[in-house]
């Protein structure tokens, strides 16, 4: 990383001069006090356009999930054609092949999405989805949507219906904003609620993608197919533009600076510091990975009822259920102990799960600023 | 013709011929070369188009319908790359109308840095500042500015702003400019009407 930053430091140099002098007061270098480019208001009031939905051909939730800003807020905030609508194109054609004939374009400790459903299994090398974000796939005969901003480090499922999303090219909070090809709404991929469009307030069914390493997921998966590189594009799969992650350098370390000032700054934490996070109905909940991994399981206590986090040693993955007493369960050598001491694989636990994925610590506090933090 | 129109004919017409003669001899069409090569690779470098990457090996993939593909945008001044050719030492992405931009800043880069050499060696006969030419290495560095905006971004280190955002699309066709500028310039220094080799300086 510390090469390709050097070769475009005189570019830098450059455009530094030239924003100088339009007099910019915003630019200059991060100093880690960051601005808020939002003000949070009492959440979203703006309900969904049932014939809209209707009409579309995306599935549509039931219910809206929770966002924390008004939706003009929010617009407001977008920062608009960074790059072309499509400039980083979406993968639409995707191949697959099995994990014995990928030889050694994925080396063990890099990263890649994996999604395990309709009896199918599926692995999405980081590699290629940074270069193309949203990979419109079909999983166990059902279309989806494979999706990874690489700015805020999260890696997010969706059901498309008989559409395709795609890259719109703009940014809200640093974080991918998508568009879908029948009814050009736009999506933040976290929100997962349109804040634009004739479909804005609504929200996408979501599923889980996990965020593991190759040689993991070979070993969890060993009958997986992984997406190939015949994407349809020309792309030098074997760069990162914005970093490392085996080792983590560039922007992906965990001190490095945003690119983007988010909705709301925080900084009792790392701006990347990766969480396990939630937003239920009854307040959205980060917890560290770092923390999960050091216990094994986590409780969070809410009124009413408990969340229980479950680290899973094999894909070094976070789980989130909902559960009456998390207090009672616990964890050794990998395996979750409920309260009758049986043990139980940290993926399959007999409770109800809770939708959660990862997230740099910026771009959750950033969406969710009344999120409660765990570590 | 007004006196301005007049002025800006003549002086066209003066970058012409100063162009010509820099081409006509061996030694300036070598600086001219050898500057225009590896500002080539420069410029490919810092758009992403080209990694040095020892062990890539030799092998090269063209995509489907390669014609449509080269005229889709993925930036501003960007356009897709229609192949990945992996030749040993590196790894090339062939955007053609990229390369086009790149091989038509390279001549004007080349260009300007010639008629800088022309200045440097025989600074009696040209009368050119030595330091027009370097000037040449200002839009250079600044016609860069193609590959996408994020990464530009990351490496200034700063937070997004409309400004610089609205700035980006611009540094190309600003960089362009310049090169142009600093090429009429410094032949505008060059005595033509004399000749430009000749003994007396222009001015």
């Known amino acids: 990383m510390d090469r390709r930053l050097s070769r475009r430091g005189a570019l830098a140099l450059a455009a ?36 809209a939905i209707a009409d579309s051909p995306l599935p549509i939730r039931d219910g809206q999930l929770p966002v924390e800003y008004e939706l003009k807020a929010l617009r407001e905030a977008v920062v608009r054609s960074v790059v072309p609508q499509d ?18 374009r994925i080396r063990d400790g890099d990263p890649v999405f994996g999604v395990r459903r309709g009896g199918e299994a599926k692995a999405y090398p980081q590699s290629i989805l940074v270069h193309h974000e949203i990979v419109n796939d079909e999983i166990g005969g059902e279309p ?145 990975l770092e923390a999960l991994r050091e216990h094994g399981v986590y409780g969070i206590d809410r009124a009413g009822h408990d969340y229980l986090a479950a680290y899973d040693p094999e894909l070094e993955f976070g789980r989130l259920y909902r559960t009456e007493d998390a207090d009672a369960f616990d964890y050794e ?43 | 013709m007004t006196d301005s129109t007049a002025r800006l004919r003549r002086r066209l017409h003066e970058t012409v011929l100063a162009s010509r003669v820099a081409v006509r001899r061996a030694d300036s069409v070598g600086v001219a070369f050898a500057t225009a090569i590896a500002y080539l690779f420069g410029f490919l470098w810092a758009t992403n188009s080209f990694t040095v990457r020892f062990g890539a090996g030799f092998s090269w993939r063209l995509v489907d319908d390669p014609f449509t593909r080269a005229l889709e945008r993925r930036g501003p001044t960007s356009f897709e790359p229609i192949a990945v050719v992996d030749a040993g030492f590196g790894t090339v992405l062939l955007a053609p109308i990229d390369l086009g931009i790149g091989i038509a800043l390279s001549a004007l880069v080349g260009l300007n840095v010639a008629l800088a ?34 990464v530009v971004l990351l490496v200034l280190g700063i937070q997004a702003s409309g400004a610089l955002l609205t700035v980006l699309p ?27 080799m000749d003994s007396e300086p222009n001015r």
């Open chain 1, 16 to 51: 530094v001069g030239i924003v100088g002098c339009l007099g910019d007061s915003d630019s200059g270098p991060y100093d880690g006090n960051g601005e808020s480019n939002a003000t949070t208001t009492g959440g979203m009031e703006t309900t969904p356009d049932d014939d």
């Open chain 1, 87 to 104: 400039g980083i194109p979406a993968v639409d054609g995707p191949e697959f092949e099995p994990v014995d004939d990928v030889g050694d």
């Open chain 1, 144 to 288: 989806v949507a494979v999706t990874y901003c690489p700015l805020t480090g999260t890696a997010m499922g969706f059901e498309r219906g008989d559409t395709t999303l795609g890259v719109s090219g703009h940014l809200l909070n640093s974080n991918l904003v998508m568009y879908d090809r029948a009814d050009e709404s736009y999506w933040p991929q976290m929100l997962a609620t349109a804040i634009e469009g004739d479909l804005e307030a609504a929200s996408l069914l979501e599923f889980p993608v996990v965020w593991t390493t190759w040689e993991r997921w070979i070993e969890a998966y060993p009958d997986s197919t992984v997406l190939t590189e015949e994407t349809g594009y020309a792309r030098d799969y074997d760069g990162d533009p914005y970093g490392t992650y085996n080792p983590k350098t560039g922007y992906y370390g965990e001190d490095s600076d945003w690119m983007f000032d988010p909705l709301q700054a925080d900084d009792s934490h790392p701006p990347k510091q990766v969480f396990l996070c939630s937003r239920p109905e009854d307040g959205p909940l980060a917890i560290s």
């Open chain 1, 333 to 375: 050598d990998g395996a979750v102990i409920d309260p009758d001491g049986d043990r139980h694989d940290p993926t399959d636990l007999a409770l109800e799960a809770v939708y959660a994925y990862d997230a740099m610590w910026f771009a959750w506090k950033g969406f969710y600023p009344s999120t409660t933090v765990h570590d």
């Open chain 2, 117 to 150: 050499y022309l200045a440097l060696v025989q600074p009696a006969s040209c009368g050119i500042g030595a330091g027009a030419g370097a000037a040449a290495a200002v839009p250079a560095l600044l016609s860069g500015s193609v590959c996408c905006a994020p």
């Open chain 2, 170 to 196: 611009w540094l190309l066709p600003l960089g362009a400019a310049l090169l142009v500028g600093s090429l009429v310039y410094v032949a505008g220094k060059v005595g033509l009407e004399r000749g430009p």
